[in-house]
């Protein structure tokens, strides 16, 4: 009886933790660092998908180098990756003194057609 609580229990906490990341996840990964600024990429290539951007960010909240991932991605077309790595280029996130001189995040960018 004992075993079936501890199962339970840890399941509850794995279920718990996966909608707090759900409800929490705007796209914008860079620790506990938010966005303050977020420009809508242009979209003005064919074609649709995802497109995952992995970014470096300096202490001050300025994203230093955007690149993006094939990982996490559903497109490779090159027009997309080159607007969403633009836009992450202009995005601003809190500056944070204690940060590492690069912190390492990802914005995940959508282009879809309506």
């Known amino acids: 009886m004992n075993f079936f609580k501890r199962i339970k229990k840890a399941i509850l906490k794995v279920v718990f933790f ?3 990341i759900t409800e929490n996840n705007d796209g914008y990964q860079l620790g506990s660092r ?3 600024s977020r420009p809508k990429q242009i979209y003005d290539c064919n074609g649709e998908g995802v497109v995952d951007v992995r970014i470096w960010v300096d202490k001050s909240g300025i994203v230093q180098n955007a690149k993006g991932e094939v ?3 559903t497109t490779s077309l ?3 990756v080159r607007r969403a790595e633009e836009a992450a280029f202009k995005t601003r996130f809190e500056g944070d003194p204690m940060a590492t001189d690069l912190q390492v995040g990802s914005i995940r960018y959508n282009f879809y057609h309506l």
Do not use: M, N
Request: charged share 15%.
């Open 78 to 80: 090159s027009c997309l």
């Open 34 to 36: 938010k966005s303050i």
């Open 71 to 73: 990982s996490g991605s």
């Open 18 to 20: 996966a909608i707090e």
